[in-house]
């Protein structure tokens, strides 16, 4: 499943990249050198924590995921092209950086407010690029 996805780019590479394994997603965050913490995405225009401008901020890739906060199956498509039903998510990817994500699958059942994710890419039509995409962390085939 996962070389297939190597040659892809990613439909928003400011966000997120191919992991290593071929499969996973690393999202990419400013580290503030005055405060420490990091900023998502790694492109805004000042630290959301402090104010300082990130002139001089590092570039941090980290293993994407995080802790579902909720989420709702969206039965209406909000977007033309766009395929329902779908789930999307409030989720915690950092502490205090809470972003929208789109779950794979359209079955909640399987999903619980609390539970820990797995960001993985998902090769789109047209085959040039990929999304981001969360599953279950304990669930999630490789």
């Known amino acids: 499943m996962t070389n297939e996805l190597r040659g892809l780019q ?25 405060c420490g913490k990091l900023v998502f995405p790694a492109n805004v225009p000042g630290c959301s924590h402090c104010g300082d401008p990130l002139s ?38 950092e ?7 789109v779950m794979a699958g359209s079955d909640e059942s399987c999903l619980q407010v609390g539970m820990a994710l797995r960001a993985v890419a998902v090769a789109l039509p047209g085959g040039e690029t990929f999304a981001c995409r969360f599953v279950p962390a304990e669930g999630a085939a490789r």
Not at 15 to 32: H, K, M, N, R, T
Not at 66 to 84: A, C, D, N, S, W
């Open 56 to 93: 001089n901020a590092g570039k941090v890739a980290r293993p994407g995921g995080g802790k579902l906060l909720e989420f709702v199956t969206l039965h209406v498509p909000l977007l033309p092209g766009m395929e329902v039903p779908r789930i999307a998510a409030d989720i915690l990817i």
């Open 10 to 34: 990613p439909q928003h590479p400011t966000l997120y990249q191919l992991a290593p394994d071929g499969a996973s997603l690393e999202f990419l965050f400013a580290q503030c050198p005055a």
């Open 95 to 101: 502490d205090g950086i809470i972003e929208e994500g």
